[in-house]
């Protein structure tokens, strides 16, 4: 993540609280709190952020209220619902106030940061994101607009538009799961659906490319039933 994106997190189970922020902190997202919906409204005034996440059942206000009343000031901050009310009714009545996403208690923490970072990009202005045209891995550096991948003893390896464009999107959310359905809408535009083994197979590709030792990654993981990460401490 290029820089620290702002959530405000409005949650009234303390415990639950904690673990979401602590998860997304993790993920490297600046986070503030808040237990109520009056705290909620006064805290979004003040600051800017590029994601709410809204409880709805919350003391003072409650969240379909915050939505609404978020929305009559803000048309374009993204907006989920984490709540554990899961009839359809419900789910009609967050869109209609204006939320983006409506994730259902329990929920998967997988899913759940995957959304967040769909919702947060979502609210990215054209300055917050940098054309990436190259990118260095260990001693190797990657060129997108050649397709070139070059090697520190002056060879060169040509890449794959379809190789190119996975590591581009992978480096670019680089330390963030991303699911297979992205990298279909991404990388194959849905004309083609390449099996799991196929995403795969590019992945072990990568791996020959950079990993150091192939069996024990560093830079390119497959996450079970969720999709692939590219991990970059240095970035």
Excluded: C
Excluded at 24 to 53: M, P, Q
Excluded at 67 to 90: G, W
Excluded at 115 to 133: C, F
């Amino acid at each position: 993540m290029q820089s620290k994106q702002r959530i405000l997190l409005v949650e009234d189970e303390e415990h639950l609280l904690e673990a979401i922020k602590l998860n997304l902190e993790l993920e490297g997202y600046r986070v503030t709190t808040a237990t109520d919906g009056k705290k909620a409204l006064k805290i979004f005034k003040e600051e800017r952020f590029n994601l709410i996440i809204l409880d709805v059942m919350i003391p003072e206000i409650d969240g379909f209220q915050v939505a609404e009343t978020i929305r009559l000031q803000n048309t374009e901050v993204p907006i989920m619902f984490l709540t554990a009310k899961n009839s359809s009714e419900d789910r009609i009545t967050g869109l209609k106030k204006g939320a983006d996403d409506y994730l259902i208690k329990p929920f998967n923490l997988e899913e759940l940061i995957l959304r967040v970072g769909n919702l947060v990009r979502r609210s990215l202005k054209p300055d917050d994101l940098k054309e990436l045209n190259s990118y260095q891995i260990g001693d190797k550096t990657i060129y997108f607009n050649s397709y070139e991948l070059h090697h520190a003893d002056g060879t060169i390896t040509s890449l794959t538009k379809k190789e190119t464009m996975l590591l581009k999107l992978l480096i670019e959310r680089r330390n963030e799961a991303v699911s297979r359905e992205q990298i279909l809408e991404t990388v194959w535009n849905y004309d083609v659906y390449p099996s799991t083994r196929t995403i795969d197979n590019f992945i072990l590709t990568f791996r020959k490319y950079f990993e150091p030792d192939q069996k024990h990654p560093i830079y390119f993981h497959s996450i079970r039933g969720v999709g692939y990460k590219f991990t970059d401490n240095n970035a």
